[in-house]
């Protein structure tokens, strides 16, 4: 499934649900207590996140999407530090403030990227506490197009029925991360994203794909849902629609590191994909990706937009070959994202030969992506005469994206491709030949940007004019 990212910015989600501070205590170990056979920690440092339903307002936010996040807390310090992350990252927060209840904070120790305890501070909330709630909700609706309800069973979202019902007849889609025992409370909701072992204890054991599709048509039925998604950890996601389609996706983690907030990033990706009207399909195809990146983190953690592009061009392998000027300004942005270097050359290439081969292959040397801009064949006219080019610009660009010192080629239409470099910006520019690197296009915007101008000679005898003079004075022969 061949999948381009939605417009984030397009997303307006109403995130509502249990809030947590997670707290992170890191140290070193290296005895064990006289007090208790239990290791001593000497802690170094320390850090906050916002987790639960806070978690998934932040993915949201980090997508570019607009959200607001609705929840309890209490009238504590944990409250204050979880505003001030949340605002500074972009959401909007509509807390409802639980009197003699704390905010849910949970503490983890850690030592040598291991969790060795975690504590719990939280007191469930009453009944009176999630009607604060449903009417925040009814407040915060207006304009919204997705509606994720994120439930940790900690209260919160106890009139889960009356907010789906409120969605649902505006017309907006309804996703829920269940915790619930009793997936009635869902009902009506679009979609709902249990993981495996919360979906066998609702609907009995399942040995096989069969009987996940069999059991979750027979749940989607009951409950009224569009469809549902099952997490399944190593084994992926199993999406099955109302119609008894499914979807079975494969895991996109390539190193499992931490499987906490998976679910939270699964959801919000879904959900702001489905804001943006992503076909179902392709956002959960997407949320797959997006699970795959956060695995690989420590802690809850959340997913951009850079990261999830760059994932969906390395398993698709569109990260390499010819492309155009726009999807090679946001291949760049990805590369720069990952740390990597930009080098870009430019020529026309009209007839590759060993000299130009030689040129390349230094070029990439010098940094971790190498760009290769081509005239087009109407500049090339104009700079080599009416009888060039010998070959097009279409199987000049393939040639060279063929060759292993190449990662990105792009055409241009003007004589010199100065407009492209300084909208480019790479780290280094090459140009083949005896030049002064003041005289290389674009040297001034590159420079300016802090990068090099590198001049690097040619294998002598190598030329194109010589290539295409050899052939006319053969044919002549």
């Known amino acids: 499934m061949n999948m381009t990212l939605p417009d984030f910015s397009r997303a307006r989600v109403l995130v509502v649900g249990d809030l947590m501070l997670d707290r992170y205590w890191h140290g070193s170990t290296s005895r064990i207590s006289p007090e208790a056979p239990v290791p001593i920690v000497k802690v170094s440092q320390h850090e906050e996140r916002p987790g639960g339903a806070a978690n998934v307002a932040l993915n949201v936010a980090s997508l570019g999407g607009k959200v607001t996040l609705v929840g309890l807390v209490g009238q504590d310090e944990p409250a204050i530090i979880l505003n001030r992350m949340l605002t500074n990252a972009g959401v909007l927060c509509e807390f409802e403030v639980a009197e003699n209840r704390p905010t849910i904070t949970k503490l983890r120790v850690i030592s040598r990227q291991q969790q060795l305890?975690?504590?719990?501070?939280?007191?469930?909330?009453?009944?009176?506490?999630?009607?604060?709630?449903?009417?925040?909700?009814?407040?915060?609706?207006?304009?919204?197009?997705?509606?994720?309800?994120?439930?940790?069973?900690?209260?919160?979202?106890?009139?889960?029925?009356?907010?789906?019902?409120?969605?649902?007849?505006?017309?907006?889609?309804?996703?829920?991360?269940?915790?619930?025992?009793?997936?009635?409370?869902?009902?009506?909701?679009?979609?709902?994203?249990?993981?495996?072992?919360?979906?066998?204890?609702?609907?009995?054991?399942?040995?096989?794909?069969?009987?996940?599709?069999?059991?979750g048509i027979a749940l989607v039925e009951r409950l009224g849902l569009e469809a549902l998604l099952v997490t399944r950890s190593e084994k992926g996601m199993s999406l099955i629609h109302r119609d008894g389609?499914?979807?079975?996706?494969?895991?996109?983690?390539?190193?499992?590191?931490?499987?906490?907030?998976?679910?939270?990033?699964?959801?919000?990706?879904?959900?702001?994909?489905?804001?943006?009207q992503m076909p179902m399909e392709e956002a959960t195809a997407l949320a797959n990706v997006a699970a795959g990146i956060v695995v690989g983190k420590l802690g809850t953690a959340t997913v951009s937009e850079t990261e999830l592009r760059s994932a969906l061009k390395l398993d698709q392998e569109h990260d390499l070959g010819v492309m155009d000027e726009n999807a090679l300004v946001a291949a760049v942005?990805?590369?720069?994202?990952?740390?990597?270097?930009?080098?870009?050359?430019?020529?026309?290439?009209?007839?590759?030969?060993?000299?130009?081969?030689?040129?390349?292959?230094?070029?990439?040397?010098?940094?971790?992506?190498?760009?290769v801009a081509v005239n087009d064949d109407e500049s090339v006219r104009r700079l080599k005469g009416k009888n060039r080019p010998i070959n097009g610009v279409e199987p000049r660009m393939a040639v060279l994206a063929g060759l292993a010192?190449?990662?990105?080629?792009?055409?241009?239409?003007?004589?010199?491709?100065?407009?492209?470099?300084?909208?480019?910006?790479?780290?280094?520019?090459?140009?083949?030949?005896?030049?002064?690197?003041?005289?290389?296009?674009?040297?001034?915007?590159?420079?300016?940007?802090?990068?090099?101008?590198?001049?690097?000679h040619f294998v002598d005898g190598c030329s194109t004019s010589k290539v295409i003079k050899k052939i006319r004075d053969s044919d002549r022969a």
């Open 117 to 215: 305890i975690r504590l719990d501070f939280e007191d469930e909330f009453e009944a009176k506490h999630a009607h604060q709630v449903l009417e925040r909700f009814r407040r915060s609706l207006s304009g919204i197009n997705a509606v994720i309800l994120s439930d940790y069973g900690k209260g919160a979202l106890r009139e889960s029925a009356l907010l789906i019902e409120l969605a649902r007849k505006a017309g907006i889609p309804v996703l829920v991360d269940p915790k619930s025992k009793d997936f009635a409370a869902y009902r009506g909701a679009s979609v709902i994203t249990p993981n495996m072992a919360e979906f066998e204890t609702v609907v009995g054991e399942c040995k096989d794909d069969a009987t996940i599709v069999h059991k």
């Open 245 to 276: 389609a499914a979807l079975h996706l494969p895991t996109h983690a390539r190193e499992v590191y931490d499987v906490t907030g998976a679910g939270d990033t699964v959801i919000s990706v879904m959900g702001a994909a489905l804001a943006c």
């Open 333 to 371: 942005a990805d590369a720069r994202a990952r740390g990597e270097r930009i080098v870009m050359t430019n020529g026309c290439f009209d007839i590759l030969h060993a000299g130009h081969v030689s040129y390349l292959e230094v070029a990439r040397h010098l940094g971790d992506r190498l760009i």
């Open 405 to 456: 010192s190449t990662d990105w080629v792009v055409p241009f239409s003007e004589d010199t491709p100065e407009r492209l470099i300084c909208r480019i910006k790479p780290d280094i520019l090459v140009k083949g030949g005896d030049y002064r690197a003041e005289d290389v296009a674009g040297y001034g915007c590159v420079t300016r940007n802090g990068g090099k101008v590198k001049i690097l």
